[in-house]
């Protein structure tokens, strides 16, 4: 079953969060970045950035942390049992940095 067609143009709640350093350096260890732009403010620095930028799907594992990262689906009216993710793609219109909320 597809989604509601009422459902178009419908917003939902956004949220704002602080990114730091420190978590910027965790997430960029944890997914294996090994470019020292990611974790050096230095290199950053002399790459051009204002301070560590932010790895690319960063914003998207943040959305993961609530308790319940999907229940937005249900809300929908989405069967969890009947879909499965096939393809994501992400556009990044400015690069995020440590520092940027």
Do not use: N
């Not at 970045?33 to 620095?45: C, G, I, L, N, R």
């Not at 994501?88 to 940027?100: I, K, L, N, R, V």
């Amino acid at each position: 079953m597809g989604l509601s067609k009422d459902l178009i143009g419908t917003t939902r709640a956004g949220g704002s969060l602080l990114i730091t350093r420190s978590r910027l350096r965790l997430f960029a260890k944890a997914t294996g970045q090994e470019d020292p732009v990611f974790v050096d403010v230095k290199a950053a620095k002399q790459a051009g950035h204002r301070d560590l930028p932010v790895p690319p799907t960063f914003l998207f594992a943040v959305d993961l942390e609530v308790p319940d990262p999907f229940a937005y689906l249900a809300e929908l009216g989405v069967d969890l049992r009947t879909i499965l993710h096939g393809e994501q793609a992400f556009t990044y219109h400015a690069t995020a940095h440590a520092g940027d909320e």
